[in-house]
């Protein structure tokens, strides 16, 4: 009987140590991949309260990816409290965009053509740090 427990235990431990050599690296892996990607600050526009300030931020995920362009709103003494508003492709240099402040809680993204577009923020709502105007170029 003890011959069996014996074996029943060493194929218990093989299984675990086995699980735990491949989904360690893979949930490492998974878990860190945000950290991937650097940033970088570009510009700042603050509003004209002195409150809130949109960020234009350039992502770098590597060699194999192209820079990307992200203009967020954040408040001032909250800057990890953020809402995105657009996401263009390319480097802030090689793009066209134009930031304004029409308010102090209004903001208009504009002047980008549209096939550099990634994503943009589609609503205003509750909650939201500041309502937004998206315009890109006419054509």
Not at 48 to 60: G, K
Not at 79 to 92: E, F, S, T
Not at 103 to 118: P, Q, Y
């Amino acid at each position: 009987m003890s011959k069996v427990l014996n074996s029943l235990w060493n194929v218990g431990a093989a299984l675990f140590w086995g699980l735990l050599l491949i989904l360690l690296p893979l949930y490492l892996l998974l878990n860190n991949s945000n950290d991937w990607c650097g940033s970088e600050q570009y510009e700042i526009f603050i509003s004209p309260n002195q409150d809130i300030e949109a960020v234009v931020t350039i992502i770098n995920c590597g060699a194999t990816t192209n820079y990307e362009t992200q203009i967020s709103v954040n408040r001032v003494d909250s800057p990890a409290d953020k809402n995105v508003l657009v996401v263009l492709d390319g480097h802030p240099n090689e793009l066209e965009y134009k930031v304004s402040w029409l308010g102090e809680n209004t903001i208009e993204v504009s002047e980008f053509n549209f096939k550099d577009l990634l994503s943009f923020h589609s609503r205003n709502k509750t909650g939201d740090i500041v309502r937004s105007h998206i315009k890109p170029k006419a054509s």
